[in-house]
């Protein structure tokens, strides 16, 4: 079974900058997407940042211009570099991981992510 692992988060001030790392117990350029969830408390989880076929990628609206997505194939690693960051970006973070045509799906357990001054 594939297991996702995610890291990084924690407590940080408004313009502040923080990187999640979502380590994968199997090669991630086997996958066909990795990305980013969040969900913050009495909101549903939305989709963050998404890497397809180790290339192309997705962002949500609110964080364009502020979240990075990248990966590192040699760690087994995505990352999710955070910079700007602003309160409604509090939530918890959520790693995912999906084989071409939907066949599997994995997530992680997530690392919460609270940005207050």
């Known amino acids: 079974q594939v297991q996702l692992v995610e890291s990084g988060g924690g407590l940080v001030q408004p313009g502040g900058s923080l990187r999640l790392s979502c380590a994968a117990s199997?090669?991630?350029?086997?996958?066909?997407?990795m990305g980013w969830y969040r969900q913050a408390p009495g909101k549903q989880r939305e989709l963050v940042a998404r890497m397809i076929d180790g290339g192309r990628t997705n962002y949500a609206d609110s964080v364009k211009g502020r979240f990075t997505i990248s990966r590192d194939n040699a760690k087994n690693t995505v990352y999710l570099q955070m910079s700007s960051l602003k309160p409604e970006d509090t939530a918890l973070y959520s790693c995912?991981?999906?084989?071409?045509?939907?066949?599997?799906?994995?997530w992680g357990q997530g690392t919460q992510v609270t940005v207050s001054s």
């Open positions: 199997t090669s991630i350029s086997s996958f066909y997407a």
């Open positions: 995912n991981a999906g084989r071409r045509w939907g066949t599997a799906n994995y």
